[in-house]
T-cell receptor, first 111, second 116 residues
Framework: DTAVSQTPKYLVTQMGNDKSIKCEQN?????MYWYKQDSKKFLKIMFS???????INETVPNRFSPKSPDKAHLNLHINSLELGDSAVYFC??????????FGPGTRLTVL | GENVEQHPSTLSVQEGDSAVIKCTYS??????FPWYKQELGKGPQLIID?????GEKKDQRIAVTLNKTAKHFSLHITETQPEDSAVYFC???????????????FGKGTHLIIQP
């Protein structure tokens, strides 16, 4: 069974479009995260959700909005996509103070 | 906020030799230091972690050391094998409000190449 899954794996879209990436975890974890990995492989935290409450919101443009319908899901919505949004986006989850488990990533390409 | 520096960016070693990757962090309140391995096209996977109340931890061929005073920690891989080739990331917690919702601050990664 996949612990943290993301869909889609690849996403190619035009500038200005709105898109969503879905994330699900079946580990029963309380906290979920979104990370962005740029073309130089640099990983940076974007958001985290703990019990449906936003805990961390780094300096991310408000075009990005996380949405959590329940504890097992944290989706990422992106409005008005820009070229600079092209990256690999990773979802992760953990239980208080413990190892974060990462999903396989979604490669977003904005043309 | 926390800042994590990682060196070297690329490390090439002969199969069977040891590899060492070093990281420093800036925030003395950081208390959790994981190491992740990322293979091509995959998500990062935890290989070992250490908490601030421990100075060293070992798991078979992998070990991590932590020097809180100097604010640096290192990954040691002994008897390297071809399957160890990957990108390795160190990380530290961002001290948060608690509840486990502490996003990781990552170093910039080390591309480890094992030469046959």
């Amino acid at each position: 069974d996949t612990a943290v899954s993301q869909t889609p794996k690849y996403l190619v879209t035009q500038m200005g479009n709105d898109k969503s990436i879905k994330c699900e975890q079946n580990l029963g974890h309380d906290t979920m995260y979104w990370y962005k990995q740029d073309s130089k492989k640099f990983l940076k935290i974007m958001f985290s959700y703990n019990n449906k409450e936003l805990i961390i919101n780094e300096t991310v443009p408000n075009r990005f909005s996380p949405k959590s319908p329940d504890k097992a899901h944290l989706n990422l919505h992106i409005n008005s996509l820009e070229l600079g949004d092209s990256a690999v986006y990773f979802c992760a989850s953990n239980q208080w103070g413990n190892e974060q488990f990462f999903g396989p990533g979604t490669r977003l390409t904005v043309l | 906020g926390e800042n994590v520096e990682q060196h070297p960016s690329t490390l090439s070693v002969q199969e069977g030799d040891s590899a060492v990757i070093k990281c420093t962090y800036s925030d003395s309140a950081s208390n959790y230091f994981p190491w992740y391995k990322q293979e091509l096209g995959k998500g990062p996977q935890l290989i070992i972690d250490i908490r601030s109340n421990v100075g060293e931890k070992k798991d078979q061929r992998i070990a991590v050391t932590l020097n809180k005073t100097a604010k640096h920690f290192s990954l040691h891989i002994t008897e390297t094998q071809p399957e160890d080739s990957a990108v390795y990331f160190c990380a530290a917690t961002i001290p948060g409000a608690g509840g486990g919702a502490d996003g990781l601050t990552f170093g910039k990664g080390t591309h480890l190449i094992i030469q046959p």
